[in-house]
């Protein structure tokens, strides 16, 4: 087994200095590193003395730190319901304190709940490598699915997330089988309306049942339409059973379905809250 060193840098700028080595690793929640650890990794670079563990609230947004974890998320009373929801969602009690923020972005496996939630929400993401970025998730996962930031040796520092208006409704739906299982498909959702009580942002996020998080086509039928019986059945109708992943637990057609069941779900949900 090759020889791995620990380092604790307390700063930003420090733990960009250990990433220049190649062979150095972010350490964060530590839950994916039995998957991850290879011969190759001689430094893992842990993060829990970076003071990155934060959920700030401004005006307008949420502030949430890199190593924030996923209890700390879900503990939180001010930030938006169906985000809390997606953090209990993830595993059992001693995952939840471990599991963090930038850990469930940087390497986006199918099952993760926090990205597709947050990006229903509009959020924004913070990338230190050699210089920082700041980039709506629009942006982040075509970049995120070229090659994961776990890959490219950056440090994610921050999540950005808008305040939702009084006129807004979002919500995180996932099918599992038993309690605390990975999701077998999930729809993070968000609405707005204008006074006429016509849906002026739809963004529906699903994920799990597909290669990554993906937006719906139906979310472009719903903008500038009141929501009825005719338009839930249009956008049940885009949901296409061939374009979902195998998995061993249920097929494609089952998940198709659900996901269906879930779109009017929501749709009626929103409706009612109007
Ligand atoms: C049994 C089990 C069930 C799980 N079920 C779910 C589930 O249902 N839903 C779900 O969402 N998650 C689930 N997870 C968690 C998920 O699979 C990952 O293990 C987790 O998201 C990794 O986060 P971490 O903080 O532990 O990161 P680590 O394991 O410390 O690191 C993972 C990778 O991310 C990199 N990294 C960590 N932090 C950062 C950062 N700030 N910036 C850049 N790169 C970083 C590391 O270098 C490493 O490559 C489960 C985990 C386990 C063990």
Not at 47 to 54: A, E, F, V
Not at 105 to 118: C, G, R, S, T
Not at 215 to 236: S, Y
Request: glycine share 4%; with cysteine; aromatic share 10%.
């Amino acid at each position: 087994m090759n020889q791995i060193t620990h380092v604790y840098p307390e700063t930003v700028s420090d733990v960009i200095k250990y990433l220049e080595n190649p062979h150095a690793k972010l350490l964060a929640g530590g839950t994916a590193m039995t998957l991850l650890a290879n011969k190759e990794v001689n430094t893992f670079v842990d993060l829990q003395k970076t003071n990155l563990s934060y959920i700030k609230e401004e005006d307008d947004r949420f502030l949430i730190g890199g190593t924030t974890s996923a209890y700390d998320i879900f503990r939180n009373e001010n930030l938006p319901k169906s985000f809390r929801t997606a953090a209990d969602k993830i595993a059992d009690l001693s995952l939840l304190h471990a599991i963090t923020l930038g850990g469930n972005f940087a390497i986006l496996y199918k099952w993760v709940d926090l990205p597709p939630i947050l990006w229903a929400l509009n959020s924004s993401i913070t990338i230190r490598g050699k210089e920082e970025r700041t980039m709506n998730l629009d942006e982040f996962f075509p970049y995120s699915r070229e090659k994961s930031i776990a890959n490219r040796n950056e440090l994610i520092t921050e999540i950005q997330l808008p305040k939702p208006p009084t006129n807004s409704y979002s919500e995180y739906q996932t099918l599992t089988l038993i309690e605390n299982e990975k999701g077998q498909l999930n729809l993070a959702s968000y609405f707005e309306w204008n006074e006429n009580k016509e849906i002026t942002i739809a963004r529906l996020v699903a994920s799990a049942a597909f290669k990554g998080p993906k937006r719906l086509e139906c979310e472009q039928f719903i903008i500038g339409k009141r929501i009825d019986d005719e338009l839930i059945n249009k956008c049940k109708e885009t949901i296409n059973a061939e374009d979902l992943v195998k998995f061993y637990k249920s097929s494609k057609e089952y998940r198709a379905e659900i996901l269906r069941v879930y779109i009017k779900r929501t749709m009626n949900n929103c409706l009612s809250k109007m």
